[in-house]
C-alpha cells in the first residue's frame, strides 16, 4: 500500500505565496507521474499540475507562469510552489500518484486526503 501525506495549506492574502509539499510513503516499488489536483466548492476536480519521474511537467493554463511543480525522487515528495495566488485558487488541493506497490506489483492510482488553500484578504 502506498500513502501520500499532503502539508502546507493555508490562508495567504492575494498576491501571497504558498508551497505545498506530499510525500509518499509504505511498500513502495516505484513512482510513476505525480501530480497535484484541487476541488473548489460546487465544481469538479480538476489537473493542476503534473511531473513525469524523470521530471517532465505539465501545467493547466491558468497556473501557467505563477505555479511550479517539482520532486525529490529520492524522498518519494511532490511540491507545488504557487506564487502570485489569486482568490480563484482557493480549493482543496489533492495530491496524486501513479505507484506500484511492493505486493500485489500493480499500478494503481494514489489520493491524498487533500489540504485546504484559501486566497482572501
Known amino acids: 500500500q502506498v500513502h501520500l501525506v499532503e502539508s502546507g495549506g493555508g490562508l495567504v492574502q492575494p498576491g501571497g505565496s504558498l508551497r505545498l509539499s506530499c510525500a509518499a510513503s509504505g511498500s513502495i516499488f516505484s513512482i510513476n507521474d505525480m501530480g497535484w489536483y484541487r476541488q473548489a466548492p460546487g465544481k469538479e476536480r480538476e489537473l493542476v499540475a503534473a511531473i513525469s519521474s524523470t521530471g517532465s511537467t505539465n501545467y493547466k493554463d491558468f497556473v501557467k507562469g505563477r505555479f511550479t511543480i517539482s520532486r525529490d525522487n529520492a524522498k518519494n515528495t511532490v511540491y507545488l510552489q504557487m506564487n502570485s495566488l489569486k482568490p480563484e485558487d482557493t480549493a482543496v488541493y489533492y495530491c496524486?500518484?501513479?505507484?506500484?506497490?511492493?505486493?500485489?506489483?500493480?499500478?494503481?492510482?494514489?489520493w491524498g486526503q487533500g489540504t485546504q488553500v484559501t486566497v482572501s484578504s
Open positions: 496524486n500518484a501513479e505507484a506500484i506497490a511492493t505486493m500485489p506489483r500493480v499500478l494503481r492510482n494514489y
